[in-house]
């Protein structure tokens, strides 16, 4: 099975923000789209956001420039899907792709009702997978104890 997913497209003018590069918000939309599309191909189902994780802002998106986003299966629970994304921005003309974003995100698989659905099993085969699951694993963890310490301390649920 494909576990990767790749957008390719233009930093468009309507994509800016005040000071003229891409808008934060609009790279996270891209993220969740491209994420979106690896997760329902993975899962032949449906799937919808649980979170995004540490999204880093490293370098501006300028307008004009050639934009990939990079979703990939790095480890899979019962329902749930675990990608890391990298986002690279480019000037068309030349190949010098340089990132500009990175984080993980999940996504879980439902049916027509909303009830979660099993995903098959991601199995990885190269050490840089091998590593990405573990701080898959530990970003995971992380979230879970997250979790129980608003519920705790804050009475959140």
């Known amino acids: 099975m494909d576990n990767q997913t790749e957008f390719r497209f233009l930093a468009e003018p309507t994509d800016v923000n005040f000071g003229g590069k891409v808008h934060g918000g609009m790279v996270m939309k891209w993220i969740d789209q491209a994420s979106y599309a690896c997760a329902a191909k993975w899962g032949k189902s449906y799937c919808v ?6 999204i880093r802002f490293i370098r ?5 420039q050639l934009v990939s986003v990079d979703a990939r299966i790095v480890h ?9 994304v990298l986002v690279r921005a480019s000037d068309p ?8 974003n990175r984080c993980f995100i999940t ?28 701080v898959a694993m530990h970003a995971k963890d992380f979230a879970k104890q997250l979790d129980k310490d608003f519920e705790q301390e804050l009475g959140w649920k």
């Not at 899979?76 to 890391?84: N, V």
């Not at 003309?93 to 500009?100: A, P, S």
């Not at 996504?107 to 997978?129: L, Q, R």
């Open 107 to 134: 996504f879980m698989a439902i049916d027509e009702s909303g009830y979660p659905v099993e995903v098959p099993k991601f199995v990885p085969e190269s050490e840089e997978d091998k590593k990405l699951e573990l």
């Open 49 to 54: 956001t649980v979170s995004a994780n540490a």
């Open 93 to 100: 003309k030349k190949n010098e792709n340089v990132v500009t």
């Open 76 to 84: 899979t629970g019962k329902s749930s899907m675990h990608m890391y």
């Open 60 to 64: 501006p998106i300028l307008v004009g």
